[in-house]
């Protein structure tokens, strides 16, 4: 076993690979971006070196950089997690030219499955189920159009290069087809520098599963069953599982066996993935082999009972696999969701800044996290903003979805927006729960699991307010000398009238004005016109209980003196901000008349100019951040008045990028 390995990552999975090491007594190495300065990583790891810049390809993504560390630390090897190096055969070779072992397969299978086309064609030769199509090398558009007909329609033309669903179109008529593939090779060409496509038969709601493979350098490979990764957004992956609730015994068989033959037709080594695309009638085809851990290996560790980094660690050090085919046995049903800064109401922008709350569910045998951030840290604008990934376990698929929903509930981030009531939604969703998701169907029904505009109910005011006064009287309390006197009272009682207070709460920009009367969980509220009587309130341990107009309620909440959080009976999550209570709403600063950045990032593009009349909806500026480009468009119909961005330039968030004339 190795005794030095360097960790050439960051974030959740370097965190995790360092876990492992330690508890097999390795000593860890790890490397961070001038943006990374206080990271988990960094202060999780034996020890630590710079290696340059915020921007990945400034640090994450130079090999040079990272293979000097490694050869001035001594480190036997090199584990690339996944993302940046993980799958760069060049790396992978300049690893193996230093004396330095590639926690990974061979850059030979490596290049193999790297390109789309030519994984198909040596798929074809080991007779790994394909979806029809075209994956050649004549690339002509009249030649691909031919191509196409023959295919019949409809069809996906996919980039050749890369995934993420960049160079992805889907085309259901022979009209259609040439300025498809006209757009699909320009998004291709700007996200891989290769304008290369292949045609599939497009197969009508699909479900997405994928096998863990195995394989060591004596010559086995083994599958570890599947995942499924059906529920997608946009063609990323939002909820995975095992078991998969589609499959049964002999489907998984003849699907684990065809990933057993597409890794033995790369002579592959070490963790990779089999992606298929499984039809309604269960055929299932090909997709592409992830040579690298995947993001959700923790499902599969969880039913197996396994640490599949470990095996990896192993597996590198020519050790053989420590299990045959026959002795996988899984037990119970894992289910995984990543926790990301971003907020699903507004087209899932992502979001930035310091996690001033992060409370995240205790550990146990039925609960697991792998993040990569703690209270305190800052989510950047360089890298992708998922804060941590949240597993479940449990004996069965319907406990296993309890425990998600329990878990969730338990989850409170504050700074940046989240997504989590957005994945609470997707746990509670009847399609979810019965198991009927293909990869489409989220983005047919993606306003089903979006809040919107949709206003609390006023017994959640109400119970929000209860808990409000509750955590008041409770701190008052705390800080009085005599608790006797009356001025320790937090009723704001006064000589000769009860006392009214201003229960004061913001949603979404929205206030609300809760008046109370009463104290010591016995009070009466007032909402508009609602009137509401309270009596015995107590709030113990993240639960509110009361009898609401003599109705007894017990309410999942958490108070303090700046928030509320409330969970209603459907389990839908509402966060409070507090106000003052007699500063009423202030009108918007900025209005319609000018453009503010939405989150830190550098200015690309300017497409308008001082004095130029523009319409509502124009595209005026576009914007870099968090891996992806922002467009930013006229809030309505004017002239500019001045520009203060510029090309080129970082800015910070809500700096004021262009003004109106008013």
């Not at 090491?21 to 202060?43: K, M």
């Not at 992060?358 to 840290?377: A, C, K, M, Q, Y």
């Not at 920009?509 to 508009?528: K, Q, V």
Request: hydrophobic residues 40%; aromatic residues 6%; contains cysteine.
């Amino acid at each position: 076993m190795f005794e030095r390995v360097l960790i050439a990552n960051r974030g959740e999975i370097a965190c995790r690979v360092i876990r492992t090491c330690r508890r097999l007594g390795i000593h860890t190495i790890a490397v961070y971006s001038e943006a990374d300065t206080d990271a988990q990583h960094v202060r999780l790891a034996d020890e630590a070196w710079p290696i340059g810049g915020p921007r990945p390809a400034d640090s994450y993504l130079r090999g040079d950089a990272i293979l000097d560390v490694a050869k001035r630390t001594g480190a036997q090897a090199i584990h690339p997690g996944y993302g940046f190096l993980s799958e760069n055969t060049g790396f992978a070779r300049a690893c193996a030219k230093t004396g330095i072992v590639f926690i990974g397969p061979k850059p030979e299978s490596i290049d193999a499955m790297g390109s789309k086309a030519a994984a198909k064609a040596l798929m074809e030769q080991h007779q790994v189920p394909l979806v029809p199509g075209y994956h050649g090398e004549n690339q002509e558009p009249v030649h691909l159009a031919e191509q196409a007909r023959i295919t019949g329609f409809p069809l996906m033309i996919k980039a050749a290069a890369g995934g993420g669903g960049k160079g992805m179109r889907i085309v259901r008529g022979a009209g259609e087809f040439a300025d498809a593939l006209a757009s699909a090779q320009r998004e291709a060409a700007n996200a891989f520098s290769d304008t290369r496509v292949i045609l599939e038969r497009y197969v009508e709601h699909p479900r997405h599963i994928e096998f863990q493979v195995f394989g060591d350098s004596h010559g086995s490979v083994i599958h570890l069953n599947e995942r499924e990764c059906s529920a997608q957004r946009r063609y990323q992956k939002v909820l995975e599982e095992t078991p998969s609730p589609f499959l049964d015994d002999r489907r998984r068989a003849a699907m684990g066996a065809a990933a057993v033959a597409a890794a033995q037709a790369v002579d592959y080594v070490g963790a990779g993935t089999v992606e298929f695309i499984v039809a309604a009638n269960g055929e299932f085809f090909f997709m592409e082999m992830n040579t690298r851990l995947q993001v959700e290996h923790p499902v599969t560790e969880l039913t197996l009972g396994l640490d599949l980094v470990e095996w990896q660690l192993r597996i590198a050090a020519g050790e053989a696999l420590p299990l045959g085919q026959e002795q996988v046995r899984a037990r119970g049903h894992a289910i995984e969701v990543r926790l990301y800064a971003e907020d699903p109401d507004q087209n899932f922008l992502p979001s930035s800044g310091k996690l001033q709350t992060l409370r995240l569910p205790e550990p146990s045998t039925h609960v697991r996290i792998d993040g990569g951030v703690i209270e305190g840290d800052s989510v950047t604008i360089f890298y992708d903003p998922m804060i941590a990934k949240l597993i479940v376990f449990d004996d069965d698929r319907t406990k296993a979805l309890e425990r998600l929903r329990e878990a969730l509930a338990a989850c409170e981030i504050r700074g940046p927006k989240s997504n989590i009531g957005f994945l609470e939604r997707l746990a509670r969703h009847p399609a979810v729960v019965a198991g009927h998701i293909d990869t489409g169907y989220l983005d047919r029904h993606l306003q089903e699991f979006l809040l919107g505009e949709v206003a609390p109910a006023t017994h959640v005011l109400f119970a929000a307010a209860t808990a409000a006064l509750l955590h008041d009287e409770r701190s008052v309390a705390a800080s009085a000398t005599d608790p006797h006197s009356p001025w320790a009272r937090a009723d704001a009682w006064r000589i000769g009238h009860a006392g009214k207070r201003i229960i004061a709460l913001t949603l979404r920009e929205r206030r609300h004005d809760i008046e109370a009367y009463g104290h010591d969980g016995d009070y009466r509220l007032r909402h508009d016109e609602a009137i509401c009587e309270v009596r015995g309130a107590r709030l113990l341990d993240g639960t509110l209980s009361a009898r609401f107009d003599g109705q007894s309620l017990r309410v999942p909440l958490r108070a303090d003196a700046h928030h509320v959080l409330v969970h209603d009976a459907s389990g839908q999550r509402y966060g409070f901000t507090r106000a003052v209570a007699f500063a009423w709403e202030s009108t918007d600063a900025g209005g319609g008349n000018q453009i503010i950045a939405p989150m830190p990032g550098r200015i690309v593009l300017v497409k308008a100019s001082t004095g130029e009349a523009v319409e509502q909806g124009q595209e005026l500026l576009v914007m870099e951040a968090m891996k992806m480009e922002l467009a930013l468009k006229a809030p309505r119909a004017g002239t500019i008045e001045c520009i203060s961005a510029v090309q080129g330039e970082f800015v910070e968030a809500d700096a004021v990028l262009i003004r109106f004339e008013v």
